[in-house]
């Protein structure tokens, strides 16, 4: 019985000492470095802010501030990015059936490894990394 005990307590106080791996990206400013096959084919490095789950990007000459949605610690959608922010009703059973994401799979201190497309695929969109910068 006291072994039981035992065990019993250290499932107890390991369970409270366990930390989850946050990935979640915070405030700041970051650079979207692609990875070099996808740079090989056209797509180019951009820069966006993050603010109060706010994705604000400059495109062109136009300044974007769109919605960012979480859909775990590790993965979110922008709403006028990665899907349509006012979908028709074909659009919305579109992207009901293949919901792109941004999908963190590594983070080392300021660069957070992602990769763009639906999470449970090895095929993406397109990946590289997040570096947080001032």
Not at 25 to 44: E, H
Not at 113 to 130: A, M, R, T
Request: glycine share 6%; net charge neutral.
């Amino acid at each position: 019985m006291k072994k039981l005990l035992i065990l019993f307590c250290f499932v107890v106080m390991s369970s409270f000492s366990i930390q989850s791996d946050l990935r979640k990206l915070p405030d700041g400013n970051y650079v979207a470095v692609l990875d070099k096959q996808y740079k090989d084919n056209g797509l180019v490095d951009y820069e966006f802010t993050i603010k109060n789950d706010k994705f604000i990007i400059k495109i062109g000459n136009t300044t974007e501030m769109l919605d960012i949605n979480w859909i775990d610690e590790n993965s979110f959608i922008v709403k006028g990015y990665t899907e349509p922010s006012s979908p028709s009703k074909t659009t919305k059973n579109v992207v009901s059936a293949y919901r792109i994401s941004f999908n963190i799979t590594k983070q080392e201190g300021n660069e957070y490894h992602f990769n763009l497309g639906k999470e449970s695929e090895n095929d993406p969109v397109y990946s590289g990394k997040f570096v947080k910068f001032n």
